[in-house]
């Protein structure tokens, strides 16, 4: 069997996965690595999550063809007491985002975290909604994150819930390096 170069999409589609079971980000990383081996270019943007260290991350940036930018501290978010810094930091994470889906240079960008600092109002959900609208015609957009706006749903080509049923985390489980971070 010979190997095809990838076709280009002719239609970029827009993706989310939101919901408060696990795996969102997961999902994600399942789609860059697909891209990744049919020799697309991925961009990927982490919002929130700074200089935590993520395995998929560590991996990631082993590969050819993907480049990430994370922003934000390695300390959780408090909605109820968002520091002027945690604001700035989700303007920077969109404006990499906007810069990285506008330049050309990628067929996947992935805004990891992204409907989780609309819900927080670290960004605005306007300034989330344009970038959707002034996505080029062949980008697929996947954006991720608890709490995803009807709007943003209603724009996406593709939604997918994680719906949490049981979680080790509420029996007192907590995050397990190399299996959930």
Known sequence: MTERA????????????????????????????????????????????????????????????????????????????????????????LATAREAMLSGNYDLVVLDEVNVAVAFKLIGLDEVIRLIEDKPKNVELILTGRKADTKLVQMADTVTEMLKIKHPYDEGVLARKGIDY
Do not use: C, W
Request: glycine share 12%; aromatic share 10%; charged share 20%.
């Open 6 to 93: 990838p076709e280009p999409s002719s239609r970029g589609l827009v993706y989310i996965f939101t919901g408060d079971g696990k795996g969102k980000t997961s999902a994600a990383t399942g789609v860059v690595l697909r891209a990744l081996g049919h020799g697309m270019r991925v961009h990927i943007t982490y919002f929130m999550k700074g200089a935590y260290p993520y395995g998929e991350r560590a991996m990631l940036s082993k590969l050819p063809s993907v480049t990430m930018a994370s922003f934000g501290s390695a300390k959780f978010v408090d909605p109820a007491n968002i520091k002027p810094e945690e604001i700035e930091q989700a303007r920077l994470a």
